[in-house]
Nanobody, 119 residues
């Protein structure tokens, strides 16, 4: 199993920046993909950005050009650099890891970190 711990959320004014971190532990060698999702009150949890084991990335259209996902393999940590933040980016941000054991994929979630963008 994979354990995830997020950090870096907070309150920021519109136009500002934050960097979220997600540290993985446990069965890290089998992780095939890590991603950030977010969930605003009353909304579903949506994908923000993802990075594969090979380094391929993909982003939600709403954050392209503003957010960057990256990873530090030595630290088993994934980052989400968020620039040009907007009030509509306000949400709880969750880290997710997909790891594969044999032919079976497992998913793990972090506890979430609140990001609030004031106008």
């Amino acid at each position: 199993q994979v354990q995830l711990v997020e950090s870096g959320g907070g309150l920021v004014q519109a136009g500002g920046s934050l960097r979220l971190s997600c540290a993985a532990s446990g069965r890290v060698s089998s992780i095939s993909r890590m991603a950030w999702y977010r969930q605003a009150p009353g909304e579903q949890r949506d994908l923000v950005a993802a990075i594969s084991k090979g380094g391929d990335t993909n982003y939600a259209d709403s954050v392209k050009g503003r957010f960057t996902i990256s990873r530090d393999g030595a630290k088993n940590t994934v980052y989400l650099q968020m620039n040009g933040l907007k009030p509509e980016d306000t949400a709880v941000y969750y880290c997710h890891a997909r790891d594969r054991v044999g032919l079976v994929d497992f998913g793990s979630w972090g506890q979430g970190t609140q990001v609030t963008v004031s106008s």
